[in-house]
């Protein structure tokens, strides 16, 4: 299992060198996006100034105050808390973040499903696993909110952040069709007989 | 017929709205003490390694959160207020509701917090954790001479997804009810921010049921059901979810959930209704005694 720091953004070759199970620690530039922003990417066809192109994006709706602008906080938004929220509800939306705007990695909790493993091996990206409810030390690794898009969406909106050390988190669905979420589905279907049969459920 | 009462509690309101602000942020901050031991208790038990590190970050995070006074989870949640009225006790009922509103609102605006609360139909968040029926607010009553108690609960999203209702059948009977409980906490896998607290809710009629979910959830871990044949099943299942290998976040272990919560309430003979309800592994809850000098605040 190795552990890959990767100065964002990154090219098809660096993604498709992280195998489920690695470890990884961003640098530089990560994207916050969440449900309503990407509904009204790609059902409602709005665009965004941001190039997202070999880039990350955490599912996340963040905590924010407004400050003065300054060097720190060059949008006058100051990070107060942000974390990441429960992938899933955000599946459909895996291919057209790869293919229209060129993301190459997808954090969030709880894992993806088949279409996104799909996208991950035809296209070149990663499902990596942050762990959920852990904002308050996540926020310690993002330096700054540099900029926002969309901002009519808030806290939905399109954020970008400045991070130093951001991780380590865990690849948890590769670019191979490796996914650590099947394997422990498997484990609990088979396991799931002999917890019936502990509580006495006739079968 | 008047009766003039000369020795009651009077609430007063400022007081109220104060106490839901501080709830509201204290509850998003601070972790019961109940929680961290039952963080303690999963890492003793825990063989797989991953889930070893996840259970060390999520501890890792407790400590962070409260050194530099920050949000535990950066989902602040639907806030949900019980609260109980004592004995002796005078108030306006629409007052207080009034209160708890505006303490909600001032946390969201004064601290200032994520709204995370929109109109169902238009998505429109107005940005004070309130809308339309929020915050929850629940009262009860009991024999507490002159206090009233504030419970507050910023329930997260992640885990009230996992929220099933199922109006099972007599010739079901209680396997069906494990059966019910077993396959859904397998189906929400890592969605719910597992380690968990799983609710559920056995009888009652369909809203009751769900409701009785939400109460086991959200109940202090450590809790048991007041039914005994509700301990009973919340121990047995208990044992039975941390055998299936899900553990912390989903990506394996033992570590699945804190406990499985159960609350009951008497049903039809032709029913057998079940429910389930998550509450994420940011177990967060803050409650407030208000009596004529004090406030006690507490978990």
């Known amino acids: 299992m190795a552990h890959h720091v990767l100065p964002m953004p990154i090219d098809e070759r660096q ?150 050390g951001f991780g380590p988190i865990l690849v948890a669905m590769d670019a191979h069709g490796g996914s650590l979420y099947d394997k422990v589905g498997e484990t609990a279907a088979a396991n799931r007989a002999a917890a019936l049969a502990g509580l006495g459920v006739a079968q | 017929m008047t009766t003039v009462l000369t020795d009651q509690f009077e609430l007063d309101y400022r007081t109220i709205e104060e106490t839901a602000k501080e709830l509201y942020i204290r509850a998003l901050k601070i972790l019961p003490p109940q929680v961290k031991r039952g963080f303690e208790r999963l890492q003793r038990d825990e063989t797989d390694g991953t889930a070893k590190t996840i259970l060390g970050t999520m501890v890792e995070n407790i400590a962070v959160a409260e050194r530099t006074r920050n949000l535990l989870c950066q989902d602040t949640g639907i806030p949900i207020y019980n609260v109980v009225v004592g004995r002796d006790v005078r108030l306006d009922g629409v007052a207080l509701k009034e209160a708890l509103r505006r303490g909600a609102e001032r946390a969201t605006r004064e601290h200032p917090l994520r709204s995370s609360v929109v109109h169902p139909i238009t998505r429109i968040n107005e940005q004070t954790s309130c809308g339309r029926g929020i915050p929850v607010i629940n009262v009860d009553f009991d024999n507490a001479p002159r206090q009233i108690r504030i419970e507050m609960i910023p329930k997260g999203s992640g ?86 290998g899900i553990g912390p976040q989903g990506l394996g272990g033992r570590g699945t959930s804190f406990a499985v919560h159960v609350e009951t309430a008497a049903t039809h003979i032709t029913m057998n209704p079940v429910a389930v309800n998550i509450q994420c592994h940011s177990a967060r809850r803050a409650s407030a005694v208000i009596s004529a000098d004090d406030i006690e605040y507490g978990f």
């Open chain 1, 15 to 164: 993604v498709r060198e992280l195998r489920a199970g690695d470890t990884v620690t961003l640098e530089r530039t990560l994207f916050g996006i969440r449900d309503a922003t990407q509904i009204h990417m790609f059902d409602r066809g709005r665009t965004t100034r941001f190039d997202l192109k070999g880039h990350a994006v955490i599912h996340t709706a963040p905590n924010v105050r407004s400050v003065p602008k300054d060097e720190a906080n060059p949008v006058g938004i100051a990070p107060v808390c942000i974390g990441t929220t429960t992938s899933q509800r955000m599946e459909r939306f895996t291919r057209p973040l790869m293919e229209r705007e060129g993301v190459r990695v997808i954090i969030g909790k709880g894992g993806l499903g088949d279409q996104s493993r799909q996208a991950f091996q035809d296209i070149g990206g990663a499902y990596l696993a942050i762990v959920g409810g852990a904002a308050a030390l996540e926020t310690t690794w993002i330096e700054a909110i540099e900029d926002v898009d969309l901002d009519d969406l808030n806290p939905e909106s399109l954020w970008r952040f400045r991070i130093r």
């Open chain 2, 159 to 244: 885990s009230e997804n996992g929220s099933f209702l199922q109006m099972l059948i007599p010739a079901q009977g209680i396997d069906g009810i494990k059966t019910f409980v077993i396959d859904k906490v397998i189906e929400l896998g890592g969605r719910v921010c597992p380690p968990t607290i799983v609710g559920v809710g056995v009888g009652g009629t369909s809203d009751v049921c769900m409701h009785l979910a939400k109460v086991a959830a959200t109940r202090p871990l450590g809790s048991a059901c007041e039914d005994p044949e509700g301990e009973k099943l919340e121990k047995m299942l208990s044992i039975a979810v941390n055998s299936l």
